[in-house]
């Protein structure tokens, strides 16, 4: 079984990020509930007043004030799948597995089309709130864990956060440039030791579980 990330890794963009900027466009009123919330956030994450979760959940809540969530998501993907990596299309294999922090909603429309399997942060639309821990960092290798994979034969990912889950792979590769080039997976020196610590330890987790 092959893994990938999906932002940054086959997808060159942040999902997350580029919907929200698709919704923008088509429901202005955005812009004066979100956009000022979004920067306010971003500044107390910078000062360290909240965690990164705390930033991300907020950010996610937009999706719960888009009315026609499943049909923007749809034409968003109309647009936006032919920018999946060509490398990885020419690769795919129906048992692929993509594990992104990227919330569920916006994962499963385009892993459907892809014909893969997925696995993504569990945002409540509802309600506005994580159901578990983001899909982040050391959580993607204890779903994997926890849940009996079989054997990760390849993992694609373009961030060092992901070292956790490369560790469990047989190979892992690194992806640079947008989603344009991939490489092996960087030695695990001091000085990217310390940027993995810096990613895991950046409070993405909800502490649902211990």
Not at 96 to 122: E, F, H, M, Q, W
Not at 155 to 168: G, I, K, V
């Amino acid at each position: 079984m092959n893994v990938y990330d999906f932002d940054g890794t086959i997808f060159p963009k942040d999902c997350s990020v580029d919907f929200f900027l698709w919704c923008l466009k088509r429901r202005p009123l955005l812009w004066l509930t979100y956009v000022p919330r979004t920067l306010v956030n971003l500044f107390l994450r910078k000062i360290k007043v909240i965690s990164e979760c705390t930033l991300q959940r907020n950010f996610f809540g937009y999706l719960t004030k888009i009315k026609d969530l499943d049909v923007q998501l749809e034409r968003y993907w109309d647009k936006n799948e032919k920018y999946i990596a060509p490398w990885y299309l020419a690769q795919k294999k129906d048992d692929d597995l993509i594990i992104s922090a990227s919330p569920i909603c916006i994962i499963a429309p385009i892993a459907n089309r892809l014909g893969v399997k997925y696995v993504a942060t569990d945002f409540e639309l509802e309600y506005g709130v994580f159901l578990n821990n983001m899909m982040y960092a050391k959580e993607k290798a204890r779903y994997i864990i926890e849940h009996g994979f079989p054997v990760i034969e390849n993992f694609y990912s373009d961030s060092l956060s992901d070292t956790p889950l490369a560790l469990c792979a047989e190979k892992a590769h690194w992806v640079k440039n947008f989603a344009g080039t991939v490489v092996d997976w960087p030695d695990l020196n001091e000085k990217n030791m310390k940027v993995v610590k810096k990613k895991i330890d950046s409070g993405w987790s909800v502490h649902l579980k211990e």
